[in-house]
């Protein structure tokens, strides 16, 4: 299993680490009813993960995060980190981030 992130710890890496590589991993329907994202987050859709999970740098840090950080970031970043990726899921999602006073857009 990959290791997970807090959201203190995310705020103080995105200043630290700005070449880090942070992916919203929320299902598409989720995304679609708040399309927010964490500032400088990509969206992808955790169920093509085959089709983009090969583009995700292996050189860098990358925190993956969904709505609650349950299952699909779990899952999404366990399958990064077969591919030698070095990934983190961010514990509590977005919603964590949010209700911490985190920036979304």
């Not at 609650?68 to 983190?88: D, M, T």
Request: glycine letters at 6%; charged letters at 25%; proline letters at 5%.
């Amino acid at each position: 299993m990959a290791d997970s992130i807090s959201v203190p710890e995310l705020s103080e890496h995105l200043v630290n680490h700005p070449n880090m590589t942070l992916l919203d991993v929320r299902r598409k329907r989720d995304f679609e009813q708040s399309p927010q994202k964490i500032t400088g987050a990509r969206w992808h859709d955790p169920e093509a993960i085959a089709d983009w999970i090969d583009t995700v740098p292996k050189d860098q840090d990358v925190v993956v995060y969904c709505v609650k950080g349950g299952s699909v970031s779990q899952s999404v970043a366990a399958q990064l980190k077969q591919r030698a990726c070095r990934v983190h899921f961010l514990e509590g999602g977005i919603n964590a981030w949010r209700e911490n006073g985190g920036a979304v857009k």
